[in-house]
């Protein structure tokens, strides 16, 4: 017989799960991140501490992402759109959805890939016409699974990672958001 | 007698299982449609019949139960009485669930407990919230009633009303599905919580889906999450909701195959057929929707029961129907004892088996 490591822990996983149960404050997280205007349409955010299990975490080591917008919207460049991060979020979500599903129902991956479309109408936010929303239309998902599973299975790992996924329920679900001035 | 049956159901309700297999012990249906569906007046008189010869005290309305020096004591509509065991056979559908959302004051909300029939809306039209067997059977009556029907639709339970020309329901029951037991199941909790699938008992044994749905005009949209500025927002999430809904079923079926060794391709059922573009904002403020009707599921009422064995979440606390307190019993919930725990057909296994613990305690 051969083991099935896809790299995840997924008995760690399970018995977190089992342990929460009954101490659901202990699964309260607090996700941080914070941003520094640098000039024009360009900004850095930094990750670095989190909260959860009761305390204070902190990663093993800084993020730190840079923002800013293409020269096509008259910027400098200087790093990826604000909303190209949100496929980002999505597609890295998905994917570590794709091989914890997987791990736990015993399918060995070889190569997942994927690529995230967001189809966006920028009339929204230039302000062009107020029924064109500033935010995605629609975003399209493709992944490219090679595994040893059923092409039914791999579908069944995909909708499970979607049914899981905390990137895929923010973007898929309203949240309420408070933005305030210190 | 049958009293939720008889007072607490829509006019057009039918059984979700054929009449062969709505059975009680030594009490078979005997009529001239075995693969037909009980509507409530038959099932009503289907109970009245196998009461016949059982001494049922009827008419009492129990108002609570609570322990006692060697039982439980119960006030009832006719006054006190103790009993040394209680079996709890109210049913796990006493109440509608609601979620708690605030919709504009205009807005008629109903549940299925309030509706009888389509003739109770006016001509505006219907969000139906909640696509298991309840919403799809209210969303199709009422859009056929020519009013049009909104479906929001979360996770659900998509089941063909027949395979390979059997009922769905046969290869439950016949491949042991439904005999699966609650002690041998791995997430006991999920399997209790599991909807009721997309099923209706009609006398074509027709198939009931969303295909179905969208084809009679039904609009879908994705679960109702939230609203906003007077505004429902459904989840984007549609797409895959039914994606794992056609999964399951698929998964279902292969199996029940392989249970009957059966190879040769079975009829296609398309999967389904979601909107390119659902619509994920509904302003409730603009006339379009006038009734809001909460199909989002149904739960026990133990508001009565003054014993401690209800958890925090309104759930009773039970070992395949054996409640967490001497002498308290619980019957005909879901997955109880097995799957078939909330069909009439299983009630005959489960009361033999708790009836069984029941007297060896007495």
């Known amino acids: 017989m051969t083991t099935v490591d896809n790299g995840v822990n997924v008995q760690a996983l399970l018995d977190a799960r089992e342990a929460l149960r009954s101490a659901p404050e202990a699964a309260q997280f607090t996700w941080r991140a914070s941003a520094k205007w640098q000039n024009g349409v ?102 490219n699974i090679d595994a040893d599973a059923s092409k039914e299975e791999i579908e069944a790992l995909v909708a499970q990672s979607q049914k899981r996924s905390a990137v895929y329920d923010a973007l898929t679900n309203p949240t309420n958001i408070t933005v305030e001035v210190a | 007698m049958a009293n939720s049956w008889r007072r607490e159901r829509w006019d057009s309700l039918r059984l979700l299982t054929p009449n062969w297999l709505s059975r009680l012990p030594g009490h078979a249906y005997d009529g001239p449609d075995p693969d037909g569906y009980m509507t409530m007046g038959e099932v ?77 809306l006016d001509q505006a039209g219907v969000l139906v919230v909640g696509a298991s067997a309840t919403g799809v059977q209210l969303a199709a009556e009422i859009q056929r009633s020519g009013r049009q029907v909104t479906l929001a639709v979360g996770e659900h339970v998509r089941l063909p009303r027949l395979h390979r020309g059997r009922d769905v329901l046969w ?106 573009a659902a619509r994920l904002k509904i302003d409730l403020n603009r006339g379009e929707i006038g009734t809001v009707l909460w199909a989002t599921g149904f739960r026990p009422d133990y508001s009565w029961l003054h014993v401690p064995v209800v958890d925090p979440k309104g759930r009773l606390r039970h070992e395949g129907g054996v409640v967490d307190a001497p002498g308290l019993y619980a019957l005909g919930l879901p997955m109880l004892r097995r799957r078939r725990s ?5 009630i005959e296994d489960d009361a033999r088996a708790i009836v069984d613990h029941l007297a060896a305690g007495l």
């Open chain 1, 42 to 143: 360009h900004s850095t955010a930094t990750v670095e501490k989190f909260f959860g299990l009761g305390q204070e975490q902190t990663h093993k080591s800084e993020s730190v992402f840079s923002a800013d917008h293409p020269e096509v919207f008259a910027a400098a460049d200087q790093g990826i759109t604000p909303i190209e991060y949100l496929l980002v979020g999505l597609a890295s979500c998905l994917t570590a959805g794709v091989a914890s599903v997987a791990q736990n129902r015993g399918i060995q991956l070889r190569s997942v890939e994927s690529t995230v479309e967001g189809a966006h109408d920028i009339r929204g936010i230039l302000g062009v016409d107020s029924d064109v929303r500033n935010g995605y239309n629609d975003i399209k998902v493709t992944f």
């Open chain 2, 44 to 120: 009503v008189e289907f109970i009245e019949h196998f009461a016949q010869g059982i001494k049922v005290r009827t008419g009492v309305e129990v108002t609570s139960v609570g322990p006692a020096d060697s039982g439980y004591q119960l006030a009832t509509s006719q006054g006190p009485l103790t009993a040394r065991t209680v079996v709890l056979a109210g049913g796990a559908y006493n109440r509608a669930t609601v979620p708690p959302l605030v919709l504009p004051p205009q807005i008629r909300q109903m549940t299925p407990l309030d509706y009888r029939g389509p003739g109770d």
């Open chain 2, 171 to 276: 290869w439950m029951h016949e491949s042991g599905v439904w005999d699966e037991r609650w002690d041998r199941i791995d997430d006991l909790d999920r399997a209790r919580r599991l909807p009721s699938p997309q099923l209706a008992g009609t006398p074509e044994r027709s198939t009931l889906d969303l295909n179905t749905l969208t084809a009679l005009g039904v609009e879908l949209v994705g679960r109702f999450a939230l609203v906003r500025d007077g505004a429902a927002l459904f989840s984007g999430g549609l797409r895959n909701v039914c994606s794992l809904a056609d999964l399951k079923m698929r998964r279902l079926l292969t199996a029940f195959d392989e249970w009957a060794g059966v190879t040769a391709p079975a009829e296609e059922i398309a999967p389904t057929a979601v909107p390119p």
């Open chain 2, 342 to 346: 909330s069909f009439i057909n299983g």
